[in-house]
């Protein structure tokens, strides 16, 4: 099951999203997403309906699938053969 089966299980029916649907798959604040959008920093495609914001679904999927994966580390400060550059 990929991004975008998950996503369109979430929201049914649905092709574009809000702000805060789009913070809430993302897992970001809607805060966030609106400051990034000022400053023209946030990677995803939007449209302006109204005073709305809508997010492509589609985009919303390619945009979590293109985020770094997050490693597992262990507790506490790494030992000093880790923390050296190679």
């Known amino acids: 099951m990929d991004t975008l089966d998950i996503l369109m299980k979430s929201y049914p029916g649905r092709i574009l999203l809000t702000v805060d649907e789009t913070a809430h798959a993302c897992g970001l604040a809607p805060g966030t997403i609106r400051t990034r959008l ?6 995803v495609v939007h449209r302006k309906v109204g005073d709305k914001t809508l ?3 589609e985009a919303i999927a390619r945009y979590i699938d293109g985020l770094p994966s997050v ?4 507790r506490g400060r790494p030992p000093k053969v880790e923390s050296l550059p190679a």
């Open 55 to 57: 997010f492509h679904i």
């Open 38 to 43: 000022s400053r023209k920093t946030f990677p």
């Open 71 to 74: 490693g597992k580390r262990g």
